[in-house]
């Protein structure tokens, strides 16, 4: 029932936002050199890797200067780049992800390798599922550019404090997994973005 409600919404949601997708993407274009869109290789369910979308929000090659994105001020990000983060509309591309059932609209944010060889036997347990736009982890963790902006050592905090944090409030969700959280997860999303 929940990969057919994923594919109902995602089609429903990226036809409405079409002229929005083509406003971003032209404002992207217009402001900065390169693509409107980004693409990076995640983790899916059972380890499999598939390629993530999102609106492109920071310099060309700005991953190569690191994977965590570190506040508001880091400077790889653009100035849409920062607006459309802030209000988690570079994620809307991934509602392309959820239809060809890379993604699910809920479940634990998908991970890069380099994060993902680092868990324990215990936490690849979120790996049983399909990776989500949202979660409990991503409305506790809304926040965490800034909390990692204001670490002396932001890959060492993000490895030793956010991610097992977030694994565990990921497993709340696995083990619970139902439509009644499913749904519950989704407005508490949206009622976070909206406050």
Not at 34 to 58: C, E, P
Not at 63 to 68: A, E, F, N, Q, R
Not at 114 to 143: F, H, M, N
Request: net charge positive; aromatic share 12%; hydrophobic share 40%.
């Amino acid at each position: 029932m929940i990969r057919f409600l994923d594919i109902v919404f995602s089609a429903l949601g990226l036809l409405a936002l079409s002229p929005l997708f083509l406003v971003v993407y032209v404002i992207i274009r217009i402001e900065s050199k390169g693509a409107g869109f980004y693409s990076q290789k995640r983790v899916g369910k059972n380890g499999v890797l598939f390629s993530i979308y999102k609106f492109r929000s920071m310099r060309i090659d700005a991953d190569k200067h690191g994977l965590i994105t570190v506040g508001g001020c880091d400077p790889r990000i653009t100035r849409t780049g920062y607006y459309i983060r802030k209000y988690k509309i570079d994620e809307l591309p991934q509602l392309w992800n959820v239809l060809i059932g890379d993604m699910s609209l809920v479940g634990p944010r998908p991970e890069v390798q380099k994060y993902v060889d680092l868990y324990s036997d215990e936490q690849r347990k979120v790996l049983s599922v399909r990776p989500g736009i949202t979660d409990y982890a991503s409305i506790e963790y809304a926040d965490e550019n800034t909390l990692l902006g204001n670490s002396d050592d932001p890959d060492r905090t993000y490895v030793e404090i956010v991610m097992p944090a977030k694994i565990e409030l990921n497993m709340r969700y696995i083990n619970n997994k139902s439509l009644k959280e499913y749904f519950k997860i989704i407005f508490l999303t949206m009622a976070k973005i909206v406050g």
